[in-house]
């Protein structure tokens, strides 16, 4: 005889509770809620089958899905006055440049109800390609670690009391610096001359990247410190020795748009890439042929090739297959004649002077090779940044205004910087943040983030880039230029200064109109006419 055993869903059934008779005379019983199935103690001491827990497991993915399907709730708030340039829901883009002392580039400031989103590149200009450090940059205007304010022996003050201990910290005796990255703005230029004027501040350059050996050959070699403007769009043959102009080094956005120019069959045939590097980059991994060399040999394959090209130089001892493809390069060098471009990533004079030679050699100097004397980029000088920490460390600087680099960071000798840092009688930073270098002097005067400045930048002689501002300062910052000017004794916001600039640099110029400015605010750009350089002559000594 079977044993018909009876089961109860719970203690409510067993005896027959009022709550329970009234849910089973429903025809569709409510079912139970999950929250309460869940957190039913029993549950976790259930033994639970393999089949169960899948079904468990089956049903709360399910359920999951189907909460997040949901559509949040937004209330919208219209505009009272409308502003006539913003639509809601629809994007306004602005003209504007980048530059943060290594990449520069022409770009469009995409902004959504006023507020900046995205940084894309502005195809009409000349100089309209980004990278991710561009495309990144406006997450740097929401950082909530940014200054806030003007700070002062540690402590938020007012632009006011700052501007006072700043222009009574400059009128001590002793060296007064202000030490930057590399100018490229005319109006940032303007402002350090009043403050040379009226405070007797000097100005030393310093890249936190150093070029300052290639732009000390061409002072050598043409009697113009600039660092070359290469132009590989002319190039047919390029020999890069550990420069990553792809990657890293130099105007590398710039020189990836113009190379690739000439890696297209359809434009008349392909250029020729050889790379001698100690590890893999992206120049090597898109090069013809990839050379691996030791970081001590990049002086001797820059030596051997100027010897295969012009058989100058003493003779060079290299491995027989480091050798080989030097000989190969040199080949094509010579059959591209002008056309060919020779780059060194190496800091070092020596170097730099033979890789001189080779382009010269070449006859590449105003083909693909230009040494435009203004402006030029790669400004910084090792020499001056090295005796200044000398004279820090001496006690000879009582005051030191320091913008937009991170010398506690990025000092070749850190601890000497730090140590004569903290000998300065008053020093300033300008950053954003509270960085390695700023945190250790005695004031910081937050600049605007590019995207809420106005500011010209200029790469090329025949035009003035501007830099407009998308949004207004969220903070209580103010752009350097105008820090500048206050403790130079003359006052003025950053438009004016801007505006000042350029229609007393170019009266005489028929472009420069109200009309023409705004053409120029539009598109992002200002051009202009100079007198044209005269081409770069050879004014150093041969290598002996």
Not at 80 to 108: C, M, Q, R, W
Not at 381 to 398: P, R
Request: net charge negative; charged share 20%; hydrophobic share 40%.
């Amino acid at each position: 005889m079977a044993d018909n055993k009876i089961y109860w869903s719970g203690l409510e059934e067993l005896d027959r509770t009022p709550e329970f008779e009234r849910i089973e005379s429903q025809e569709f019983p409510a079912e139970r809620p999950v929250d309460d199935f869940i957190a039913d103690d029993r549950l976790q001491r259930a033994n639970t089958g393999r089949r169960d827990f899948l079904k468990f497991m089956g049903f709360s993915v399910t359920a999951a899905t189907l909460a997040a399907c949901e559509t949040p709730v937004v209330k919208s708030i219209p505009y009272t006055n409308k502003p006539e340039e913003i639509t809601p829901g629809v994007a306004n883009y602005y003209a504007s440049t980048y530059y943060d002392g290594h990449d520069f580039v022409n770009v469009l400031v995409k902004t959504r109800e006023g507020r900046p989103i995205f940084v894309k590149s502005n195809t009409e200009t000349g100089y309209g390609r980004v990278n991710a450090r561009v495309n990144a940059s406006v997450l740097g205007l929401y950082d909530s670690a940014r200054l806030q304010a003007p700070h002062l022996n540690g402590e938020a003050t007012t632009w006011a009391s700052l501007d006072a201990a700043v222009q009574k910290g400059l009128s001590g005796s002793g060296r007064k610096v202000l030490l930057t990255g590399t100018v490229m703005s005319p109006s940032m230029k303007r402002a350090i001359s009043a403050l040379a004027a009226s405070a007797g501040v000097e100005h030393v350059q310093c890249d936190a990247v150093s070029y300052s050996a290639t732009t000390e050959a061409m002072s050598v070699d043409y009697g113009r410190r600039v660092f070359p403007s290469y132009q590989f769009g002319n190039a047919e043959t390029v020999v890069a020795l550990n420069a990553d102009f792809l990657g890293t080094w130099g105007d590398n956005v710039w020189y990836t748009a113009e190379w690739a120019k000439t890696r297209r069959p359809e434009n008349g045939g392909m250029s020729r890439l050889h790379a001698f590097e100690s590890g893999m980059s992206l120049t090597g991994s898109n090069a013809d042929s990839r050379t691996r060399v030791k970081p001590s040999e990049q002086g001797r394959v820059a030596a051997a090739l100027l010897r295969e090209i012009s058989g100058e130089g003493a003779a060079v001892s290299l491995d027989e297959t480091t050798m080989a493809s030097v000989k190969a390069a040199a080949a094509d060098l010579k059959k591209s004649g002008a056309k060919g471009l020779v780059v060194a990533g190496d800091n070092d004079l020596a170097t730099q002077r033979i890789v001189s030679a080779i382009n010269r050699t070449l006859g590449a100097v105003g083909t693909t090779v230009e040494l435009h004397e203004n402006p030029s980029l790669y400004q910084g000088d090792d020499k001056a940044f090295a005796q200044l920490v000398t004279d820090m460390n001496a006690g000879k600087v009582a005051a030191l205004i320091v913008d937009g680099i991170n010398p506690s960071y990025h000092a070749a000798d850190v601890a000497s910087f730090n140590a004569g840092l903290d000998k300065v009688g008053f020093s300033v930073s300008t950053a954003l943040f509270a960085d390695e270098t700023g945190s250790r002097c005695t004031a910081m005067a937050p600049a605007h983030h590019w995207l809420e400045a106005w500011n010209d930048l200029q790469i090329d002689p025949n035009r003035i880039d501007l830099v407009q501002p998308a949004i207004q300062p969220l903070y209580n910052t103010r752009h350097t230029a105008e820090s500048l000017m206050n403790w130079a004794g003359q006052p003025v916001d950053g438009y004016t200064l801007l505006r000042q600039t350029h229609s007393a640099a170019y009266t005489a110029d028929a472009m420069y109109t109200d009309q023409n400015w705004n053409t120029g605010v539009h598109n992002g750009f200002l051009a202009v006419s100079i007198p044209e350089e005269a081409p770069a002559a050879f004014t150093g000594a041969d290598l002996g």
